[in-house]
């Protein structure tokens, strides 16, 4: 089983920036895709980003391009969202999620972390 934790959140003001963390244990880091989905108040979880388990390969959604950068070290068995250019539409619950298959850990994925607050005040 794998277990994921994220941490980092907080509240911010616009214009500012966060960093998210998500420690993964359970099984071998380096297997899996990794992504993050955000959901905002009254919404649906949504997708964020998603990097590969070599970090070869990422996908943002479009509206983080150029702002959000995901990134892992696999030594730390963790994955990062930094979040730039902070906007009041970013406030959500910053979701971690693992699959073993990338395309995976952009809809569906195998897991998911309990959630941090993001709250970015304008």
């Known amino acids: 089983q794998v277990q994921l934790v994220e941490s980092g959140g907080g509240v911010v003001q616009a214009g500012g920036s966060l960093r998210l963390s998500c420690a993964q244990s359970?099984?071998?880091?380096?297997?899996?895709?990794m992504g993050w989905f955000r959901q905002g108040p009254g919404k649906e979880r949504k997708f964020v980003a998603a990097?590969?388990?070599?970090?070869?390969?990422?996908y943002y959604t479009d509206s983080v391009k150029g702002r959000f950068t995901i990134s892992r070290d696999n030594a730390k068995n963790t994955v990062y969202l930094q979040m730039n250019s902070l906007k009041a539409e970013d406030t959500a619950i910053y979701y971690c999620?693992?699959?073993?298959?990338?395309?995976?850990?952009?809809?569906?994925?195998?897991?998911w972390g309990q959630g941090t607050q993001v709250t970015v005040s304008s």
């Open positions: 999620a693992a699959s073993a298959d990338l395309l995976a850990a952009t809809t569906m994925p195998a897991y």
């Open positions: 359970g099984r071998t880091f380096s297997n899996y895709a």
């Open positions: 990097m590969s388990w070599s970090g070869g390969t990422t």
